[in-house]
């Protein structure tokens, strides 16, 4: 099945995700390295970030340190003002 296009996974809730992963290097345990990931995810449960970090441990050597995650809805409720009065010129 394709994904739906990035517009479709906003109108559906998904919001801009970036995650900061520091990890060991797996020869030299001592040093981080930084990695940054960013795709569209659900917040607060971030299901594509945890699906990520589970490949990420099943199949890379560097064990993980920590992940910094940044979260923006991008598309929200549109903002409505009334007009307090209307005028109209000849």
């Known amino acids: ?4 296009s990035s517009l479709l996974r906003q ?3 998904y919001g801009l995700t970036t995650a900061h992963i520091l990890y060991r290097l797996p020869d030299h345990p ?3 390295q930084s ?15 945890h699906k990520f970090l589970d490949f990420w441990k099943r199949e ?3 064990p993980l340190h920590s992940v910094r ?7 929200g409720p549109a ?3 009334i007009a307090a009065a209307e005028f109209s010129l000849n």
Do not use: K, T
């Open 11 to 13: 109108l559906s809730g």
């Open 1 to 4: 099945m394709p994904m739906p």
């Open 79 to 81: 903002e409505c003002r």
């Open 30 to 32: 001592v040093f981080l």
């Open 69 to 75: 995650v940044a979260h923006r809805g991008l598309i």
């Open 35 to 49: 990695y940054l990931w960013q795709d569209y995810d659900l917040a607060p449960d971030f299901p594509e970030l």
């Open 60 to 62: 890379l050597d560097g």
